[in-house]
């Protein structure tokens, strides 16, 4: 029985022994730890071959068996890094024949406009270089990313592979050594001997003595970056004595960059914005592809530790499929970005200078508007001589802005029925636009409305919208008094912008006077207690209206106790706003919260965006650490000398301390500059919530506003997670169905594997901690 195992034991050693002869021959001559290690363990088998009989079965049982079942995905894998590194060898040469061809397509289109200049050809030329640009700047960028990341990465996973490999071949080693020197104590010095050269293995130290010894491969030395090489005029054959190439045919020198021309089919905003989208998705891919690597490099490695090697060997199947696709996305993201950097360089310039326009005009502009409002707010002279029939001309001016206001309406409905007829408009809660769904409203920024079907769009989804959808012709008493017509509001309605139609000015109607009429006029002056304030900004001509008669008059005294007096200058108004100030201040929860800014806003309607901003900012005074009041609100008895109560004395500022954490609930897309990009688990610092439906705050050092319903507060040691696989956990009564990639918020400590989440509608459960992750 010993003999025939020493007979079985020989012929082993002799066929490996023959093995490492062809191994020997096809690597090259260099110092290998794991070779000698390997050819030591020979010679001490051959030595004990026929003492010992059972180190076969020992290095069946502890060597050969464990060795084979371990290293078996690592074979897998090995084969599939070279198949990638064919495949990516492949995609590059594609890239470079796309290039050659655009480079021809771009020489061709040049050719044809020296022999036949036109606008046809001259426009083929510069799509011809627009496209070869981009095929250049995408194939830099594949190579770049080939040449840093993607062989490295392949490089490194071969290092991961040998590593294995080593310290596999060198424990199942170790384990027969150990075991055979047990045996005897001759074969004891032997085999501890052996077991000291397996703990001097080292992978790497390998790997560093054959990267020197291996030849380096032709062709294949540091990056090199195509450079840009613009084609060039034929060489003159058979030029007679004067007659040299005609100059004008040339077409103009391009340089290595894209071209904006009339002629050119190129767009830089919207194809930077698909670049844009493009990288983002590209992004998201990576990041979904990377996370999906790493939980299957994670449970493979689980089950190589519970000796579960089919199942690890299933998986590297996955996880070499995964670090394929990781690399072409991370390929593609490198071309795409490499061709958004050449639209953003040209996107970077006209952005400065339309930004530095835009703030000078708007800065002007809100100035003099600003001024204009004070100016027209003084009180004439006494002496000025007042217009006779003052109150009837204004009563007929309301008349007719009324008749006005409705016969345009009906002109606007004469036209086109499918035409909108879109007015800007300020937006004081959050509508959602009806062509792109998104938020309408920046924070105060104006949208567009139809005056006729009364749908809101953008400014920029004018264009998309559907056909105008005249409304039915409402009733009296069902007509909206917040709706955009030509007519006067009442005096609760929300603070809006008022339609153009408004701003025109008023004119004086020069009818006859009616004594029947008059006197209905006087007797329904009470429903126009509001108008006061607007007929003020819109005819400059009369900076107010007051009665004729005396002011003792007894007519005038039941006008005053009626109407509280039209006018803004007397005194008596003066004294009526106060005591309306104090009254609104008493009733408290029966009044309109907007109440106080709607006398404001009467009395100067912005007639622009800008203005309309700055007079929504000084109205809810959103001031931080970064922002400073103007020179006029500063204080809030600036304007106590004037008649019409200050815009900013209304409202007091919530100023919050920079520990008012928020975690963001959903994206938010900015559509203005004064607004974040924010993303599901960012982290937002509140310092401003005096708008219910807007706040400002701070994240990744920018300050902007966001809707307040897309944050959630952070109590102190609560923390926010990220549920990582739909799931419905135990919530009470009812189930909370938490979605994949849902924000929640722990409000407890873990205990068992569990722990208690609270999610965006406060609604609180219990769910598993392996379903979420850190943010």
Known sequence: MYERHAEELQMLVTNFRKR????????????????????????????????????????????????????????????????????????????????????????????????????????????????????????????????????????????????DLCSTVTEAVLQGAEVVSTRAMEQCRRYEALSSQCRAVSGPVDLSHLSRALPTPPGRGPIIKRVFVPPQPPPPTDVVEGDGPDNENIPPPLRDELVVDRLSALHLKPSHDALKH???????????????????????????????????????EDISMKRFDLTVAQLHLSAINAQKELFSHKLEGETVTRERKLSAASTASSKNKWLKAFKSLKTPPPEAEKPKNQMYHAVSTIMSMRKNGAAATRELLKGDPDAHNFQEYTYKKITPCDVCSQVLRGHTRQGLKCRICKMNVHVDCQEKASKCQTKARLLRRQKSTSEIETRVPEPNVDDETLPASYQGGSRLSNASSDLSMRRRLFAGMKSLTGFGSRS????????????????????????????????????????????????????GATSDPHSNQSSSSRIQSPSSPVHNRRLLSAKNIRMSSVELPDDNDKSPSSASASPCPSPVGNKKSHRLLPTNLYVVLYNFKSR?????????????????????????????????????????????????LQVTHNLQVSDGENGLMLLRDQIVIQVGEEVDGMVMIRSGDNRQGVCPIKFLQEV
């Open 20 to 163: 490492n002869s062809e191994l020997r021959k096809e690597r090259p001559a260099c110092p290998s730890s794991l070779f000698h290690t390997w050819e030591t363990l020979l010679q001490e088998v051959e030595i004990d071959s026929q003492a010992l009989a059972d180190i076969a079965s020992i290095l069946s049982r502890q060597v050969s068996r464990p060795l084979l079942e371990r290293s078996f995905h690592r074979k897998i894998q090995s084969r599939k890094v070279f198949t990638h590194r064919e495949s990516f060898e492949t995609i590059i040469a594609k890239t470079e024949e796309k290039l050659a061809k655009c480079r021809q397509e771009y020489k061709n289109a040049y050719l044809s406009y020296l022999s036949a200049p036109s606008t046809e050809s001259l426009s083929a030329y510069f799509n011809a270089h627009n496209a070869y640009v981009q095929q250049l700047h995408a194939t830099n960028g594949m190579m770049e990313e080939f040449g840093k990341n993607s062989l490295p990465s392949l490089l490194q996973e071969i290092e991961e592979i040998y590593t």
């Open 278 to 316: 493009e990288s983002q998705e590209l992004e998201t891919q990576v990041r979904q592809i990377r996370d999906a690597l790493d939980t299957l490099v994670r449970v493979q490695q689980r089950s190589v530790e519970a000796a579960l090697y089919n199942k690890a060997n299933e998986l590297q």
């Open 536 to 587: 003020r900004q819109r005819s400059p001509g009369h900076r107010s209206i007051s009665l004729p008669e005396t002011p003792h008059s007894p007519r005038r005294q039941k006008l005053n106790l009626r109407m509280k007096s039209l006018s803004l200058d007397s005194p008596e108004s003066t004294e009526h706003v106060r005591r309306g100030k104090h009254h609104v201040t008493a009733v």
């Open 672 to 720: 203005h500059q004064d607004e974040l990009d924010l993303k599901a688990g960012y982290k937002v610092t509140v310092i401003d919530t005096s708008d219910t439906d807007w706040w400002k705050g701070k994240c990744l050092g920018k300050i902007g506003f966001f809707p307040s319903k897309y944050v959630s507060k952070l109590s102190p040691g609560e923390k926010a």
